[in-house]
């Protein structure tokens, strides 16, 4: 079995972990999924940031676990989750992502999840 490769944030690749300090909501087909008050706003390099939510500020009810996993050197594995917004079945797949054991670097986005925003609209409150 090989070795993940685990990278540290640097000057030339730098991570940081922000409360956001604003209200945050992400709606998925149009339905509120998460609301929160307690997001976190990552800023990885030069990638746009990324708020990630309390797990406990998203709709349980719509989650559906995924088979889908994707690994970064900088944060470490990811599980995904797609959402069903109604009844009829509009699911949105791998809509969501989480590390449920990020390195230390990014410790504080456990127990936190993120949106894709080309599959959901996230809303920071100005």
């Not at 992400?26 to 706003?41: E, I, P, Q, R």
């Not at 470490?76 to 809509?95: F, I, K, L, N």
Request: hydrophobic content about 35%; some cysteine.
């Amino acid at each position: 079995m090989t070795e993940k490769p685990v990278h540290l944030p640097t000057a030339n690749h730098p991570i940081t972990v922000q409360p956001t300090g604003k209200h945050v909501t992400v709606l998925v087909n149009g339905v509120v999924v998460a609301d929160t008050d307690d997001s976190l706003t990552l800023q990885e390099s030069t990638y746009p940031a990324v708020q990630y939510i309390p797990m406990r500020d998203v709709a349980q009810n719509v989650l559906k676990p995924s088979s889908t996993t994707t690994y970064c050197p900088y944060k470490g594995d990811a599980t995904y989750y797609s959402v069903a917004t109604s009844e009829s079945g509009d699911t949105v797949t791998d809509v969501i992502w989480t590390y449920e054991q990020p390195y230390p670097a990014v410790a504080d986005i456990a127990g936190h999840v993120a949106f894709y925003p080309d599959k959901a609209e996230i809303v920071v409150a100005s």
